[in-house]
C-alpha cells in the first residue's frame, strides 16, 4: 500500500474539525515531520489562527512512534483531548489503516484517592486523626463539597480533578487526594487495583499520544525516576510558559508553619530523642524566620545557616527511624506514616539545599501579610537542565505564538539550553545572537554580549535545531493598531499617574467599552478601575472581585463592559469578535527591580560581559507585551487598537526590541489619529448589531 502523503493527511484532519487549511499550517506539518524524520529539535512560532495543534498532530501521528505533548494549560489540554485527538484519529483511519490511542496523564495529586476517600486523611496530632465526612457539618461549604466528592466517586471513570464540575476548593480536594511521595503504591494499598491515578499511567503507557502538562513533564525531567512513559517525540505547546514552569517545579520553600506540620507529624512516629532534636531545630529556624526581612540573601547568614544544618541533621535522624520502626496502635499506620516522611523529607531536602549555598541557587526570603515569612530557593539557571534532560534521546518540538523575540529566537533558544542557531556550514544563522540566560535575548543593536555560564562549555554538544516562524493568517497591519502615547511623562516606581489615567478614560470613551486592561501591578489595575468607574458610565471589572472565568464571560457578553487586572489576563483571555477592540497596557512590563530571582539572573549576565538588562528585564518584558498585544486579533474580522501607555516604547533603546517582538501592526504616536480610529471602529461595531 502506497504511504499517505502529508498533504493528503492534513486535509483530512482539517477537514474533520471543521477548519481551512492555511499556509502556515502547511509549512508547520512539514518542518514538524522532517524533525521528526532526522531526530532534529523545531521552534516553530505560529500565530493565533493557524491550527498549530493539527500542525504538530498529523507529522507525529503519521510518524507511528510514540508521542508526549506538554501543554501549560487546562483549556488546551481539554481542547486536544476532547476536539482535535477524536476528529483527527477518526479522520486519519482510513489513510493510516490504524487508529491510535491517545491519553491524559497528569500529576498524582490531580486524582481522586480511593483510600484517602475511604480512610480519611491523617491529621495533624492537635486535630486528631478523623474521617472528614463525618466530622464536617453537612450545611458547611467543606462538608457539601466532600459528600459530592462520595457520589461522583461511584460515578468518574477518571477522578480526574479537574471533570469534577463545579469544581472543589484545594481545602476539600486537598481531603481526597495525595501527592506522589504521601502514595502508599499500589502493591501496599488496599484500593490500588481501582486506583484512578495507576489507570491514568497505565492508559498513557498503552496510548500513541499521551497529553500532559508542564509541570509534569518537569518533574519527569528534574526527578530522574521516569513519571512519563518512554517516548520518540515531544511537542511542548505553549512552549513560551516551559522555562517558568521548570523554574517553579525545581523551587524549595520553608515556613516555620510548615516545618512546625511536619514536626507534628513525624515526632510521635519515632523516639523521644530525634522527636526532640526534630522540635528544637525548628523552634531554631522559627526564631531566625520571625525576624526574616523581604529579598534576596546573597550569603546565607552563619545563624540562618547553623539552624538549618540543625534542621538537616535531625530530619535525616528522623527519616532513618521512620523505615526502622513500626506502631500497631497508630490507626492507618502506613497512611499516616507515609505522610510524616514526606513532609519531613521535603524540610530536609530545601534545608540541605539552603545550607549547601551553592552559586547556581537564588536564596532570598519572602513576608505574606497572611501566612508570614518564607525562605525559597530557586535554580539561577534552568538551561543547563533542560539542555540535559529534555533534548536527550528524542526529538523536540516547541511551539507557540509567541517565540521570536526581538527578531529572531535565540533569546528563547538560549533559555531552553541551546546554542544560537546555526546554518549547515556551523556558523550563527542570520540575524543570530549570543545570548547569556535563562531569559537570553540582546539590545536591538544587535548583541547582548557574552554567553551563558551553563551553557559556554557545551555549545559543541548541544542538540541541532532550527527555528521557523510560518506566521499568521491574520493582516496585522490591516486589522490593528499600535499606539504609544509618546506625550506622557515617564511612569515611575510609584505615585499617581494622572495623566495617564485620562489619556486611558478617553480611549475608553472613544472604543465605546470593549477594552481589555492589562497593568503591570495590581495596585494599577484597581486605581485606574476606581478612577474610570467615577469618570465614565460604563461597567468596569476588575481581577479579583469574581472568579476569573466569570470575569472573562462577562466582558465576552457585553460590548460596553471593560475588564482590569494583571498577569493572568496578560496570557489567559480569549475573546474574538467587537466585544474587545482595545488593548491597554499601562506600562512596559519590566519585573520588579526587587525581585529576587529576575535581579540575580540579570546580575548573573552582567558579571559574564553580557548586557544583564536586555537579556532579563526586556526579554521578559518583551515576552509579555507580545502575548498581551495577541489578545487583540482573534479571528480574521477582528478588528481594533493596542494601546501602550509608557513613552519609553517610543523613545527608549530598547524600545525597537520591544516592538519587534509584538504583531506587525500599524503603528503611531498619534493621539487624535488613535481616537478617530477608534471612534470608527465603535460605529462599525454598532452598525453591525
Known amino acids: 500500500m502506497t504511504k499517505p502523503s502529508l498533504s493528503d493527511l492534513l486535509h483530512a484532519a482539517v477537514t474533520a474539525v471543521g477548519g481551512t487549511e492555511r499556509p502556515g499550517q502547511v509549512t508547520m506539518a512539514e518542518a514538524v515531520a522532517e524533525a521528526i524524520d532526522d531526530g532534529s529539535h523545531l521552534l516553530v512560532q505560529a500565530g493565533t489562527g493557524t491550527g498549530k495543534s493539527l500542525g504538530y498532530l498529523v507529522p507525529a501521528l503519521a510518524h507511528g512512534e510514540r508521542v508526549v505533548v506538554a501543554t501549560a494549560t487546562l483549556a488546551l489540554q481539554r481542547q486536544l483531548v476532547e476536539r482535535d485527538l477524536p476528529r483527527t484519529v477518526e479522520s486519519l483511519h482510513p489513510l493510516l489503516r490504524r487508529r491510535p490511542q491517545f491519553a491524559m496523564l497528569k500529576g498524582r495529586s490531580n486524582y481522586l484517592c480511593l483510600h484517602r476517600l475511604h480512610e480519611g486523611a491523617p491529621q495533624d496530632e492537635e486535630e486528631g486523626l478523623f474521617d472528614v465526612f463525618e466530622s464536617a457539618a453537612p450545611t458547611s461549604k467543606l462538608g457539601q463539597d466532600l459528600l459530592r466528592m462520595r457520589d461522583w466517586a461511584d460515578e468518574t471513570e477518571t477522578g480526574d480533578r479537574d471533570a469534577l464540575t463545579p469544581g472543589v476548593s484545594d481545602r476539600a480536594w486537598s481531603q481526597v487526594s495525595v501527592t506522589s511521595r504521601e502514595c502508599l503504591g499500589a502493591s501496599k494499598c488496599a484500593y490500588g487495583a481501582e486506583c484512578f491515578a495507576e489507570a491514568a499511567r497505565e492508559r498513557a503507557k498503552l496510548a500513541d499520544v499521551v497529553v500532559t502538562n508542564h509541570a509534569l513533564l518537569a518533574i519527569d525531567a528534574i526527578e530522574g525516576a521516569p513519571v512519563l512513559p518512554s517516548h520518540e517525540v515531544l511537542v511542548v505547546d505553549e512552549a513560551h510558559e516551559l522555562v517558568s514552569r521548570v523554574t517553579g517545579a525545581a523551587t524549595g520553600e520553608l515556613t516555620p508553619g510548615g516545618v512546625n506540620r511536619a514536626v507534628r507529624r513525624a515526632a510521635k512516629l519515632v523516639n523521644e530523642k530525634a522527636g526532640d532534636a526534630l522540635q528544637t531545630a525548628a523552634e531554631s529556624f522559627e526564631r531566625i524566620m520571625e525576624l526574616a526581612l523581604p529579598g534576596r540573601l546573597e550569603e546565607v547568614p552563619e545563624d540562618l545557616a547553623y539552624a538549618l544544618m540543625s534542621l538537616r541533621d535531625a530530619s535525616r535522624t528522623v527519616i ?25 523529607e521535603n524540610v530536609h531536602a530545601v534545608a540541605e539545599r539552603v545550607a549547601a549555598a551553592s552559586e547556581y541557587d537564588v536564596v532570598w526570603y519572602e513576608r505574606h501579610d497572611r501566612f508570614g515569612a518564607s525562605l525559597r530557593v530557586a535554580p539561577l539557571s534552568v538551561s543547563g537542565l533542560l539542555r540535559e534532560k529534555l533534548f536527550a534521546d528524542r526529538s523536540v518540538v516547541l511551539t507557540s505564538a509567541t517565540l521570536k523575540l526581538g527578531g529572531d529566537f535565540n533569546g528563547v533558544g538560549a533559555s531552553l539550553g541551546l546554542p544560537p542557531e546555526t546554518v549547515t556550514n556551523g556558523l550563527p544563522a542570520p540575524g543570530s545572537r549570543t545570548v547569556p540566560s535563562d531569559d537570553a535575548s540582546s539590545e536591538d543593536t544587535g548583541n547582548a554580549g557574552g554567553t551563558s555560564t551553563a551553557d559556554a562549555d557545551d555549545t559543541k554538544t548541544s542538540p541541532p535545531w532550527k527555528g521557523l516562524d510560518v506566521g499568521s493568517p491574520f493582516d496585522y497591519r490591516k486589522q490593528g493598531i499600535l499606539y504609544v502615547a509618546r506625550h506622557l511623562a515617564q511612569p515611575g516606581r510609584e505615585g499617581s499617574r494622572t495623566d495617564m489615567l485620562d489619556e486611558l478614560a478617553e480611549l475608553v470613551e472613544a472604543a465605546g467599552g470593549r477594552t481589555l486592561g492589562l497593568f503591570s501591578s495590581m495596585r494599577g489595575a484597581q486605581a485606574a478601575a476606581e478612577a474610570l468607574r467615577a469618570r465614565l ?153
Request: glycine share 8%.
Open 320 to 344: 532513618t527511624a521512620l523505615g526502622n520502626t513500626r506502631d500497631k496502635s497508630v490507626q492507618d499506620e502506613d497512611a499516616v506514616r507515609k505522610q510524616a516522611l514526606a513532609s519531613i
Open 537 to 689: 458610565d460604563m461597567p468596569i471589572l476588575l481581577q479579583g472581585e469574581e472568579t476569573l472565568g466569570e470575569l472573562i464571560r462577562t466582558f465576552s457578553d457585553d460590548a460596553r463592559t471593560c475588564l482590569f487586572g494583571t498577569l493572568s489576563l496578560w496570557q489567559g483571555v480569549d475573546v474574538p469578535g467587537v466585544n474587545c477592540q482595545l488593548v491597554v497596557m499601562d506600562r512596559i512590563p519590566f519585573p520588579r527591580p526587587d525581585d529576587p530571582l529576575m535581579s540575580a539572573r540579570q546580575k548573573a549576565v552582567e558579571d559574564a560581559g553580557g548586557n544583564g538588562f536586555m537579556a532579563v528585564a526586556a526579554t521578559h518584558a518583551a515576552l509579555l507585551m507580545a502575548q498581551g498585544a495577541g489578545r487583540l486579533v482573534r479571528a480574521s474580522g477582528d478588528r481594533g487598537v493596542v494601546a501602550v501607555l509608557d513613552p519609553r516604547l517610543a523613545t527608549a533603546r530598547y524600545g525597537g526590541f520591544l516592538k519587534a517582538s509584538m504583531p506587525d501592526f500599524w503603528y503611531t504616536t498619534d493621539r487624535n489619529q488613535v481616537r478617530r480610529s477608534l471612534a470608527a471602529i465603535d460605529a462599525a461595531a454598532l452598525a453591525e448589531r
